[in-house]
């Protein structure tokens, strides 16, 4: 099946600069990877996808990047701010679902310091 | 629109009972699943189901059934639970399997 594997598991940075959250993932066929952000006692909240067909996509200070040959994606978000802190998990379609559900990667716990 | 409604929030259980999560959605989604989630290792897929009438397993089945009657509803039965069911509990939905919409999580205690 897929395998998404997620670095780092904890991030700390402080309010203003920028974060990184990378993913790499094993099914060459994959076609859609998005990022979900999850804060405290609540479910995954979907905050920007990306398709094959584009290399990077913008939404004010998020973006996420693809490289399809090294098959790996990254999250990028430009001046932090505490309501940033939350966990971060990536995501890309199943094979073994037909591509009907998503593999999860293990997640990233972002602290944006005041 | 509510969305995707997961009841109960929160649930005690003894080891053996059994018990059904609920999950509703109300934007027409084909696509329904179950995840379990468990400290450092994500989320992961228990079941799923692409229309009413169908559905399939996922990564982490053993001691689920699930059951889809209409498009709307996707109950998540725990046959007899046990300790290692301990976990949060999230359905999802989705038009086409892509962009999923969570519901609020049910966290289950097995004592």
């Known amino acids: 099946g897929e395998n998404v594997e997620q670095h780092p598991s904890t991030l700390s940075v402080q309010e203003g600069d920028s974060a990184v959250i990378k993913c790499t993932y094993s099914d060459s066929a994959s076609n859609y990877f998005p990022w979900y952000k999850q804060e405290l006692g609540k479910g995954p909240q979907l905050i920007i996808d990306?398709?094959?067909?584009?290399g990077e996509k913008k939404d004010q200070r998020i973006a996420v990047t693809l490289n399809k040959t090294a098959k790996h994606f990254s999250l990028h978000i430009t001046e932090t701010q505490p309501e940033d802190s939350a966990v971060y998990f990536c995501a890309a379609p199943t094979r073994d679902t037909g591509r009907r559900a998503l593999t999860f990667g293990s997640g990233t716990r972002l602290q944006v310091q005041p | 629109n509510a969305g995707v409604t997961q009841t109960p929030k929160f649930q005690v259980l003894k080891t053996g009972q059994s018990m059904t999560l609920q999950c509703a959605q109300d934007m027409n989604h084909e696509y329904m699943s179950w995840y379990r989630q468990d400290p450092g290792m994500g989320l992961r897929l228990i079941h799923y189901s692409v229309g009413a009438g169908i559905t399939d397993q996922g990564e982490v089945p053993n001691g689920y059934n699930v059951s889809r009657s209409t498009t709307e509803d996707f109950p998540l039965r725990l046959l007899s639970a046990a300790p290692s069911q301990t976990s949060v509990y999230f359905c999802a939905s989705s038009y086409s399997g892509s962009e999923a919409f969570f519901g609020q999580g049910t966290r289950l205690t097995v004592v």
């Open positions: 990306i398709r094959s067909n584009v």
